[in-house]
């Protein structure tokens, strides 16, 4: 059985395959080059970045961050006005760019993770202050909980999902990546089992999976990302 370490070293083997030229500045986010997303979003790049860093490889991080500043517009077209730090900062402890700063809960499987690791990273110079903190966190997180199935691996379909019949497996990771945090590790390792059956053989992720659970699409860079991270120690 291959561990977590090989499977991560497949999936950054798959992401160096993306890059766009020997900088290692920027990736594209898919390999296809007829496919409609066979471009750079600054988003993804940002992600990268972070992943990268809490990885221990500083020089690719830093050829990012040289590249791609974490306050350059997100030129995904869903996200118009954003920035491309505003989302994935709360993954390196950065709240202040988080564009749901200070909220309490949300609908959607994503959002519900990326709030719950907000406040987990919210610090206050009195303590009391901090304990409401984690009990927001706690709150997301049991919500988030709630929705896993793990006999199938994945999260009940949020409004989003339920317009594409799909079954996301980038909101899977971060519910791997908030398990670490809580320190939840029968979660954490039903996250990891998913994540190696559904490793694409190019070393990448693919996005999404149908009903029944096969993969939908062609792996892509993001979802790749936080795989890579639910997986790492």
């Not at 050829?63 to 989302?87: F, L, M, Q, V, W």
Request: proline residues 3%.
């Amino acid at each position: 059985m291959m561990s977590d370490q090989a499977r991560i070293e497949r999936a950054l083997s798959f992401i160096d395959s993306l890059r766009v030229d020997e900088t290692r500045s920027e990736y594209f986010e898919v390999a296809e080059q007829d496919h409609s997303e066979y471009m750079m979003y600054t988003q993804s790049q940002y992600l990268l970045s972070v992943m990268f860093k809490l990885l221990g490889k500083e020089e690719l991080y830093q050829a990012i961050r040289r590249k791609h500043s974490p306050d350059e517009p997100d030129n995904d077209p869903t996200r118009h006005g954003h920035k491309a730090g505003d989302r994935f900062c709360v993954l390196e402890g950065d709240i202040e760019r988080f564009y749901l700063a200070g909220r309490d809960d949300a609908e959607s499987n994503d959002e519900i993770a990326l709030e719950a690791l907000y406040w987990l990273e919210r610090k206050h110079p009195i303590k009391l202050p901090e304990v409401r903190y984690r009990r927001k966190a706690m709150k997301l997180w049991e919500k988030l909980l709630s929705r896993y199935i793990p006999s199938k691996g994945v999260l009940e379909m949020d409004r989003g999902d339920l317009e594409n019949s799909f079954y996301p497996v980038y909101k899977v990771s971060l519910l791997g990546i908030l398990a670490k945090k809580m320190e939840h590790s029968e979660t954490l390792a039903n996250v990891r089992a998913s994540l190696e059956m559904w490793q694409h053989r190019a070393g990448g992720w693919v996005t999404d999976r149908t009903l029944q659970l096969e993969p939908d699409g062609v792996a892509n860079i993001e979802t790749t990302a936080l795989a890579i991270l639910a997986l790492a120690t």
